[in-house]
């Protein structure tokens, strides 16, 4: 079964940092790979997807991913932080052909002001 | 822009009482996703519909939660009685045909007192 990872429960970066909110999938077959975001006592909106085009996607809010098969990860970055960036964030995946979506349990953003 | 609808947003509920959320994904998707989600963790599924069947309800207390969706659109989840663990986020998400990824609602916050 496919399972999401995310290190760091709880990111901390100072606003015009950068940031980098990492995530490992498991799957031997590269899946189809997400990043949501959630605001409090909201549902998630969808970030950026990697569908098996291009290895670095681009998302809204200036945030990018690069997908790497060697390293099973799709890390989420944004050159620099900015205090609306804080928030909830979670990794998902699914595989072609089976379409559950399975989650990461999420990086809580902090920006220091 | 089409969203994914929810009702209600918030609900508290005595133990043993019985409660239901509503769900109406965005028109033509035919799948439609009932996710758990208790506070500080990821989303859980716990029910995938494909048009009005069910996929997989495998993480689904069945002894207390049912999901329906009649006709294909919209679609109900119900827990009876509730629990003081059933207390969290519950989200509906809806994907179509395809696109592999998922839109989300706002979700119902439960509170079980």
């Known amino acids: 079964a496919q399972s999401v990872t995310q290190l760091g429960s709880h990111v901390s970066v100072s606003e015009g940092a950068l940031v980098l909110l990492r995530c490992n999938y498991s799957?031997?077959?590269?899946?189809?790979l997400f990043w949501y975001v959630q605001y409090p006592n909201q549902g998630l909106q969808l970030l950026l997807k990697?569908?098996?085009?291009?290895?670095l996607v681009k998302g809204i809010n200036g945030f990018e991913a690069e997908f790497k098969k060697s390293e099973t990860s799709f890390h989420l970055t944004k050159p620099s932080a900015h205090m609306s960036d804080a928030a909830e964030y979670f990794c998902a995946a699914s595989n072609f052909g089976n379409e559950k979506l399975t989650f990461g349990t999420g990086t809580r953003l902090t920006i220091i002001p | 822009e089409a969203e994914v609808a929810q009702s209600p947003r918030y609900k508290i509920t005595e133990k043993s009482q019985a409660v239901a959320f509503w769900c109406d994904p965005i028109s033509g998707h035919a799948t439609l996703y009932w996710y758990r989600q208790i506070l500080g963790q990821g989303p859980e599924l716990l029910v995938q519909?494909?048009?009005?069947?069910?996929?997989?309800d495998s993480q689904l207390p069945k002894d207390r939660f049912s999901a329906e969706r009649l006709k294909g659109v919209d679609s109900t989840l119900k827990i009876q009685p509730a629990e003081l663990g059933d207390s969290a986020m519950y989200l509906c998400?809806?994907?179509?045909?395809?696109?592999?990824?998922?839109?989300f609602g706002q979700g119902t916050r439960l509170t079980v007192v």
């Open positions: 799957s031997s077959v590269p899946p189809y």
């Open positions: 519909f494909q048009d009005e069947s069910v996929v997989d």
């Open positions: 998400a809806s994907r179509g045909d395809i696109d592999p990824w998922a839109f």
């Open positions: 990697y569908t098996s085009a291009a290895t």
